[in-house]
């Protein structure tokens, strides 16, 4: 099983940036496709972005192209998600999710609790 906890959200302006962390413990991540979703009030939940097992790639929802960046460290068994130019239409809770099908974009089975990102105008 697979135990993931986010950390780095919080208040920012609109145009800040935040970094947010997954972190793995109990199994290494090397071996999944890892991705980020989000969730705003009265929302349904999206996708924002996934990188591959290997980090060779890295796929992102239209709307954070350019300005989100998303990066893996297996060693450390930790996902980071660099967010920049940040709108306060990125307010949302950002969760981490383990075992992204890199086609569909289908969540896998294991998530973090999420983290709050909050972007004021």
């Known amino acids: 099983q697979v135990q993931l906890v986010e950390s780095g959200g919080g208040l920012v302006q609109a145009g800040g940036s935040l970094r947010l962390s997954c972190a793995a413990s109990r199994r290494t991540l090397s071996r999944y496709n890892m991705g980020w979703f989000r969730q705003a009030p009265g929302k349904e939940r999206e996708f924002v972005t996934v990188i591959s097992w290997n980090g060779e790639s890295t796929y992102y929802t239209d709307s954070v192209k350019g300005r989100f960046t998303i990066s893996r460290d297996n060693a450390l068994n930790t996902v980071y998600l660099q967010m920049n130019s940040l709108k306060p239409e990125d307010t949302a809770v950002y969760s981490c999710?383990?075992?992204?099908?890199?086609?569909?974009?289908?969540?896998?089975?294991?998530w973090g609790q999420g983290t709050q990102v909050t972007v004021s105008s």
């Open positions: 999710n383990a075992g992204v099908d890199i086609l569909s974009r289908a969540p896998g089975y294991y």
